[in-house]
């Protein structure tokens, strides 16, 4: 499989990574990126920017070193209920809106409590992906969480850092993620969780898996632009103009 959108990427806004949107732009055209996603860590992460960050991104160009950039967020899950913090009227504004369980910030608790939660994300319909779900720490159930997913049209985030050690324990489970995806029809997005600008639409050990498992690519948002912007469209965000000739 091929990807041509990294929708997880973080620039030294977010406290502990260390590249910044110049630097990361770059590497997603040397990569043969079409498009990737700014996604740093929303407020309530220690050293996260204030969320003026996320006001003003529509000052960004559309194209930076002939990549499309999309204005996003790595929201954080706070509590049960299922809200994540940044206001409402700034995540209407950008184009992608993860939401992901943080250790710092979210106490794990009990797969019951953990699935609760994330169904209550999902059912928001303030997200368009949950972010790095193999973390071990937050257990859920696999099988409710995707399926309510599938159903409210919010994608899977399979995360190469994931993949790679930054979560311990992550591998099995995020291909029993993906198997829950497509047995229930769920769609993914792929995520490098970059934190330097060399990781920057490094899909390695997401291409694997998914080769593992068979996944479809017809489940896959990321496979081509197009496909990817008409995600949104269905999402019922505006059509961005700029990208109209992908």
């Not at 990427?9 to 997603?28: D, F, K, P, R, V």
């Not at 967020?73 to 299922?82: M, P, T």
């Not at 609760?116 to 790095?132: D, P």
């Not at 779900?133 to 985030?157: C, M, Q, Y």
């Amino acid at each position: 499989m091929q990807f041509v959108i990294d929708t997880h990427t973080h620039t030294i806004s977010s406290g502990h990574a260390y590249s910044t949107l110049l630097e990361n732009a770059q590497a997603a055209a040397q990569k043969g990126l079409a498009l990737f996603c700014t996604t740093d860590h929303a407020p309530t992460m220690p050293g996260s920017p204030h969320f003026w960050h996320f006001a003003n991104q529509r000052i960004l160009p559309r194209f930076l070193h002939g990549v499309g950039i999309l204005r996003g967020v790595e929201a954080n899950i706070l509590n049960l209920v299922g809200d994540i913090d940044l206001d409402q009227r700034i995540t209407e504004q950008l184009d992608w809106v993860i939401a992901s369980f943080h250790e710092p910030v979210y106490r794990p608790a009990d797969s019951r409590a953990h699935t609760q939660t994330l169904v209550n994300v999902i059912r928001s319909q303030r997200v368009h992906a949950l972010g790095h779900l193999g973390n071990p720490n937050f257990d859920f159930d696999f099988e409710t969480v995707i399926s309510e997913a599938a159903r409210h049209n919010v994608v899977i985030e399979i995360n190469n850092s994931s993949l790679s050690g930054s979560r311990k324990g992550s591998e099995s489970r995020c291909e029993e993620i993906a198997a829950f995806a497509k047995e229930c029809g769920a769609r993914i997005t792929t995520g490098s969780d970059a934190h330097f600008a060399y990781d920057v639409g490094n899909f390695n050990q997401v291409g694997q898996l998914l080769e593992k498992v068979a996944f479809p690519l017809d489940q896959v948002i990321t496979h081509h632009p197009r496909v990817f912007l008409n995600f949104l469209e269905d999402r019922g965000q505006q059509k961005i103009t700029e990208f109209s000739a992908l």
